[in-house]
Each structure stands twice: as C-alpha cells, then as structure tokens.
C-alpha cells in the first residue's frame, strides 16, 4: 500500500482557446498520486480539454504544466504515455476483433527470449491474467473483445493502462454508458488502484458518484469554482457551484397520464433476443423500461421503430396519420412517417452526422418540414432549428460549427432537438440523460413533460432507476427479452427494481 | 457560458475558398510565366479541355460525398461513344435522338454500381473495379474492336459549335455546375447524399433510405459519364474502345484537390469545377513550357497530396498561422 501521496501533475494558469470559445481559461490544478480527483461541472465547462491537454492532445493556448515539479511541454499523446499518462475515453479504443490479452499488449507484443520475431503467446496471456488478477477483474485472455459488454471492454482499458505503467490514469465519463451494477464494480476498482498508489481523474455528471472521490474540482466555464476534499463534499454545494444555483426540483414530474390508448405491443418476437413482449402506451404518458444492459430493452425500441425485424406479434399506433400497411414497421422512415421518433443510446455511433452543423443535425429526420415546392428553404430551417436549439439551452456555436466540436452534452441536446423538431407523436428515448449535465437533466425531464402535456407518449429507458422511478408512470421490466412486470410507479421502489431486473442474470 | 464567447462574429466562408484562391493562384503563376496563356486561343483550348473531364468528375464528386468511389467512368465512356457511334453510323438513328439514349444507357450503368454496391454490400471500390473491366470489355465486342471513325459531321457541331463566339461546351459546363451545385445545396436528396456519406448508422435511424440514396449517387455518376462521352464522341468525331483510359482518376483528383474527402460527407460541387481546372491549367502551362508528359504527371501527382495534405491539416496550419500572427503582433 502506498500512502504517501505525491505531487505528479500541476497545471498553472493554463488556458485553451478555440476558435470562438474559450474552453478552459487560467486554470491551476493539481493532481496527486494515491487519490481519486474528481472532476465535475456543467457541459462544455471544460472537463474533457483539461484531460486533452495533460494526454497532449491539445496545446495549451497559455500557462504552464508541470510534471512532478517540472515544467514540461507534452508534443502529443506518445509523449504523454511515455510520461505515464493513460486516457480512457469515452469511445473506447480497443481492437473489436482481437482478444483481450492482444488488446493489452497491443503495438508491444512480447517476443520469444530465442527468436525474437516469434510472438510468445503464453507469456501474453500469463501476464494478462497477472494485471487482470491485480484488478481483480475476472475475465479470460482469450475472450475476442467485440463479444465483450461495453463494462467489460472498459476494464480491457484499464488493464491495458495497467501494462503500459501509467502512474496517472485518465477517465472521461466512465460510468456514462454502463448500468448500475457494472458501475459499482467499477468503483471498486478504481478504489483498489488509488490504493495501489495509482493517480486517478474521474470525470462524471452523476452526483451519486461523489462517494467515490477523495476530492473533487467543480469548473464552471472553464474555471475552476471549488476544490472539495473528501469530508466536505456536499452535493448541494457543489450543485450550487456547478450551476450557479439552487436545483429545487431535481425530478419536476408532471403527470399527464390518461387512459387513451396511443400504442399497443402485441406479444412481438425478434432476433435480436426479443421474446414476446405486450405493453401498452397511453396518452399523456410516460413508459419506462427497467432492465440491466443486454436485456432487452434497447432492441425492444428498435423493434418499434422498424430497424429490428419483427418475426411474430404486432404494433398498433393510435392518431396515426399515415395508413399502417402492415402491423408493423419494416424501416425507421415508415415509423418517422407515423411519429415515432427514437433517441438513439450510442450517439456518435448512429446519432450525429459530424460533418454537419448543429441545424443541419436537427432537420435532417424530417427535411419534409422544410421543403417548399420541392427545394430545401434553408432560412426556414437555420430559423426552425434555432428554435430548439434555443428552448434546449443548446450552446449558440452549435449553429455554426459543426457537432464534432460541441462537448458531450451538447451533442446529446442536439439529438434531442432533432426529434423535438420531428413533432412526434411517441418518443422512444433510450439513456436520454446520459452524459448531460444536472441542469440539462431537469431541461430533458421538463422536455419530457412537454411531451406528455401534449398528450404524447414517451417510453422511457435508463440505468439510473432512480431517474426511472421519479419520472415514469408506469414501468415494465425487461429481463432476457421479456417484460416480467408492468407496474404503477407509486407501487414499487429501487429496491423492487434491482432485484426483478438483475434476477436470474448471470 | 457568456462571458467565455469572445465576439468573433463570422460566418462560415464557403468550402469552394480554399480550391479557387488555389486556382487564381495557378493562373497567376502560369500567366506570368508563359506570355501565350492568355491568349483567346489558349483559352478557348483550356475550355475545351476541361469540360469532359469536369462534367466527368460532378459524377465522382456525388459519390465520394455519398461515401463511395466511382473507378468506372473512364470505361463507360469508352462504352457508350462505341455504342454512340454505332447507332448513328451504322444504325442511322439520328444524333439527337442516339443521344438520348446514350443518356438512358449512361444512367442504367449507374444503376448496375449502385445496386451491386448498395444492395449486395459490396464496397464501391470492388464493384466499380470490375465495372471498369466489364466496361472496357463490352466496348470492344462492337465493330470487331476497332474505333469508329467520322460517325457525323452535326455531332461535332455540338462540341466545337459556338454562340456569339463562345463555344457550345461553355454553356454545357456551365448549367451542370450550377445544376448539380443547387442539387446538393437545395434538395432532399442532396442534404441526404451528405447525410449517408457522413454516418449511413446515423442517416438509417433518422429514416433516410441508404440504400436508394447510394444507388442515386451512381445513376447522377452514369449520367455524367453519358454526357462525357457524347462531348468525347463529338469532339473526336469517333467512337473508339480506348477511350477515357485514366478519366477516372482525372475526375477523383478533381474531386480530390477540390476538397472532397474520401472518407464521404465532404465536398464541394463548385469546388469540383476549380479542381478540374487547377489541374488542366497546370498541364496547360507545363505544356507551353514544353515540358514532357512524364513531368507532367509527376506535378499533378503532388498537387494532389498536396492539396489532400492542406484539406488534412487545415486546422492544425490555421492554428500555426495564427500562433505566428499573434507573435507578431505582440512583439
Ligand atoms: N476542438 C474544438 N474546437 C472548438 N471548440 C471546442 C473544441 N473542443 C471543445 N470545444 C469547446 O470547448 C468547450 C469545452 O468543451 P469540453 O468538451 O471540454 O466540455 P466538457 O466539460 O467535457 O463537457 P461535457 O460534459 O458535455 O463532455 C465547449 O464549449 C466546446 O464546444
Ligand atoms: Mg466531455
């Protein structure tokens, strides 16, 4: 065990300009070895620029770095690795079609002592299991990574950290795309490495996270407002120093529930694992989707929307315009066509067309809206658009600039406005909040009543079951490919939740 | 968020820019070089020389931004002038009407790469490989594979005709410019190219049809080829199975030094147009420099790494740009 906590990164007066925007302005920080330094704010505050500058990536503007006293300047990331900096993003960087011990030792497979251009593979896999050992992380060598849950490839990261002795290992938003119980075990983790004397920044907008910090930094554009160790972290506070001001209401539920059937789910069958599923939707109403990562829920959206083939069972959409010629959808445009909009879990994978502008972004999926006699009206879309970039408190620069360059949260809202912009009738959202911001979060639940005051139907996924819980009103529980239960939200609590979602699962 | 909005206040300059300042540029250079360039003839010559490989490379253009490559066009010419000039040769169809259905044909080629490509999920580069031989292949089965010499006099009369002394091909380049730019620029099928080119994940969830969309992409690079190879026809009053050898790769680096990206979603019709022409009046200049074709083709094989590696490290040269400015200005 390693007590003794070292100075290993400082960052004196840095600031990051980008053109437009100032993303991180005079900044100092330190970062100590042994401790898990947490790092929170709003989105676009600057979080992900700071990690992008000590894994050099980015070019601080102004100010100086240092590393364990000494002022360094870090060219790019093999520098920054060499200097034992280990980033894991968001997106993850693995092989999909390699193995896990190949992952690890990737770009520096270990040779056989007499043939040197022969791979020793024992040895790869031996010492991969010796790191995963040391994590305490319970998963073969040999398994190929794109078999791997999203959870799993995350320790596939860090084990890959591990090997290439990083002293400061960076997350960006780990918990974001996993559910509750892969982030418990997560936590352990990272706990068990600041132990090991390892330096951790932990990036996160999940509040209930705080416990695992042994300090955390609160920035507000760009600069830092607060630096908590552990023993005074107080949420409230540091939700007041985040955002500036109180949260009175971190749930507004509004209930909007009527007894208007809007959809029905008859007993649907797909390939994707669903196996027979029946709910029903109402107007007004808000359906939520309980479930761990993997059972179902997700395909259970896809399945509606018509990018999941649906074998047996049927769809029926009440106030739909546009005949039904089957009892279900064969494409996503049919189901657009008929107002079911579908937020997707991945956005950057089937989400965000990065090379275009924030506007661009939100008419695509309905550029019917836009069209005059055939020709795209151009001002009419940047005007439309502008709108819910507006009522989504989406940053101004998204007008412009395209959404490659927006921060996570940001790029989510975009999305968000997309379907908003579609004028929906039912809209399916799957992890809607993941990765905004606490005060984007009350702007999505507000969005969500919005919805629902116009007598529309949202169906409602997410890991965080407290979410769930406050915001639904009504939720059916998908475990392997069913809904095992549909129950009134007054009638249940977490506790009932976890333990009908995680049961039976391996 | 406020107060970290410097003002900078500037709209987006358009992506055609950087390829035209590249373009006045060359004709700077070879202008001031050579005491010929500008001369009526030369650039009535220039003109001609670049409409069949500009209107070539609007089609290149389309699928690359649709996120394909189109390696046929060189063959599909060499296809349909033999096709051309049997028809009207040996048929006795009339121009007009051989060439509408020269069009016809230029568009079902396309049809054939967009739905081997879209539907059978072959990647573009492979099926338009094998189109490109296929092509060529089929060009030689007519007239035993020898070219077809003086089909018509009228059909020359569509290259080399003018109007009030401004050749027929200059309105041809012109309205197909401006046609294909207003495309993508204003239609739903235009914004939807973009759309697939740039994430078909993301262009399928937001109820696109990817597949029809590529298939258009190459039907727009069949048509293009099909007015081709009716200018090429009427240009060398003859149809022949050697035709457009390498008119493929003129019309990619067209596309390429105008800013489109291979990787799909980027390009720029316009900027097509400028190009084309950047890499027609270089070989023009070197020419009246009298410098050999193998030069040649090593200067327009820079050009085109140089003009990718501008289009790669864009933001990386304006950071460095204005990095040295503002030294400037400090000191
Ligand atoms: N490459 C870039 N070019 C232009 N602007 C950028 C670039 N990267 C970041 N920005 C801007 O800098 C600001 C800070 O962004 P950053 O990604 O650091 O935020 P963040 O705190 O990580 O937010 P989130 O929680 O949403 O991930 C944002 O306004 C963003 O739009
Ligand atoms: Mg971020």
């Known amino acids: ?506 | 968020m406020k107060n970290n909005m410097l003002n900078i206040k500037k709209r987006k300059a358009p992506s055609y820019i950087g390829p035209l300042i590249a373009l006045i540029i060359v004709i700077i250079i070879v202008g001031l070089t050579t005491d010929r360039f500008f001369t009526p003839g030369n650039l009535r010559n220039l003109m001609l020389q670049v409409s069949i490989v500009s209107l070539v490379a609007i089609g290149s253009t389309l699928v690359i931004i649709a996120g394909g490559i189109d390696l046929s066009p060189g063959s599909a010419i060499a296809l349909l002038t033999m096709i051309l000039a049997s028809m009207i040769k040996f048929l006795g169809i009339s121009a007009p009407f051989a060439i509408i259905l020269i069009v016809i044909m230029g568009a079902l080629l396309g049809f054939w790469n967009g739905v081997l490509t879209a539907h059978l999920r072959i990647p573009s580069f492979v099926t338009t490989l094998a189109s490109m031989t296929i092509f060529r292949g089929f060009a030689f089965l007519f007239n035993n594979g020898s070219p077809i010499f003086s089909i018509s006099d009228t059909l020359t009369e569509i290259f080399y005709g003018k109007i009030l002394g401004i050749p027929y091909v200059f309105f041809y380049v012109f309205f197909f410019f401006i046609l294909f730019s207003l495309i993508m620029r204003y239609t739903e099928l235009g914004r939807e190219i973009y759309a697939v080119g740039g994430n078909a994940a993301a262009a399928r969830f937001s109820g696109i049809n990817v597949k029809k969309t590529v298939v258009m992409s190459f039907i727009f690079a069949g048509v293009m080829a099909s007015f081709g190879s009716v200018l090429m026809a009427a240009r060398l009053n003859s149809g022949s199975p050697n035709y457009g050898v390498g008119m493929e790769l003129s019309a990619i680096a067209a596309a390429v030094v105008g800013g489109a990206s291979l990787g799909g979603g980027k390009g720029d019709i316009i900027a097509t147009f400028f190009g084309a022409s950047i890499i027609t009046i270089v070989h023009n200049g070197l020419n009246l420099h009298a410098m050999p074709t193998s030069v040649q083709n090593i200067v327009i094989g820079m050009i085109i790494i140089f003009a990718v590696f501008i289009d790669m490290w864009r933001r990386e040269l304006g950071d460095i740009f204005s990095r040295l400015i503002s030294r400037r200005t400090k000191s």
């Not at chain 1, 418990?184 to 951790?200: C, D, F, P, S, T």
């Open chain 1, 1 to 506: 065990m390693n007590e003794i906590k070292e100075l290993l990164w400082e960052l004196k007066n840095v600031t990051k300009v980008f053109p437009g925007v100032k993303a991180i302005n005079n900044l100092s920080l330190k970062i100590y070895s042994s401790e898990v330094h947490g790092m929170i704010g709003e989105n676009g505050s600057g979080k992900s620029t700071i990690v992008k500058c000590l894994s050099g990536v980015y070019q601080p503007t102004s100010g100086k770095i240092f590393y364990r006293g000494n002022p360094i300047v870090i060219h790019n990331p093999m520098m920054a690795c060499s200097l034992g900096v280990a980033t894991i993003y968001q997106e993850l960087s693995l092989v999909p079609s390699l193995t896990v011990a190949e992952n690890i030792y990737i770009g520096r497979l270990p040779r056989k002592e007499r043939f040197p251009f022969i791979v020793d593979w024992q040895e790869i896999v031996k010492k991969s299991l010796v790191i995963l050992k040391k994590l305490g992380i319970d998963l073969d060598p040999l398994n190929i990574v794109a078999d791997l849950s999203i959870a799993q490839q995350q320790m596939v990261e860090i084990a890959k950290a591990l090997s290439r002795n990083a002293n400061l290992i960076i997350m960006d938003e780990p918990s974001a795309a996993i559910g509750m119980e892969e982030t418990k075990r997560l936590h352990e983790i990272v706990l068990n490495m600041a132990m090991q004397g390892y330096g951790i920044i932990y990036i996160t907008h999940r509040l209930d996270e705080l416990s695992v910090m042994d300090c955390v930094t609160v920035l507000k554009d760009g600069e830092v407002v607060g630096d908590r160790a552990k023993g005074r972290i107080n949420v409230k506070e540091i939700v007041n120093l985040m955002i500036g001001h109180d949260v009175k209401e971190h749930y507004p539920k509004q209930i909007n529930q009527t007894n208007d059937t809007l959809l029905t789910v008859s007993d649907i069958y797909t390939k994707k694992g669903i196996n027979g599923v029946s709910f029903t939707v109402h107007q007004g109403e808000v359906f939520g989707l309980a479930g761990s990562i993997g059972s179902g829920r997700t395909e259970i959206g896809h399945a509606i929307f018509g990018i999941d083939d649906i074998t047996d069972g049927s769809i029926k959409l009440q106030n739909c315009q546009v005949v039904m010629t089957k009892d279900k959808f064969t494409t996503p445009r049919e189901a657009i066509k008929c107002g079911v909009a579908l937020l997707t879990e991945n956005r950057k994978y089937n989400g965000l067309f990065m090379n275009f502008n924030g506007v661009n972004n939100v008419s695509i999926a309905k550029l019917k809206k836009i069209v005059h006699r055939g020709i795209l009206d151009l001002n009419k879309e940047e005007i439309f658009a502008k709108e819910y970039i507006d009522k989504l408190k989406i940053t101004p620069t998204a007008v412009e600039q395209s959404v490659e360059f927006l921060s996570g949260g940001n790029q989510q809202k975009v999305i968000i406005a997309r379907w908003m912009f579609c004028e929906a009738n039912i809209f399916i959202l799957d992890e809607p909040t993941q990765g905004i911001d606490i005060g984007a979060k009350v702007e999505v639940y507000r969005l969500i009543n919005d919805i629902t005051s116009h007598g529309k139907g949202v169906i409602f996924i997410s890991s965080d079951f407290e979410e769930l819980l406050a915001m639904s009103d009504r939720i059916g529980i998908v475990n392997k490919g069913k809904i095992i239960a549909v129950k009134e939200v007054k009638n249940i609590n977490k506790k009932y939740l976890i333990e009908k979602a995680f049961v039976n699962q391996v």
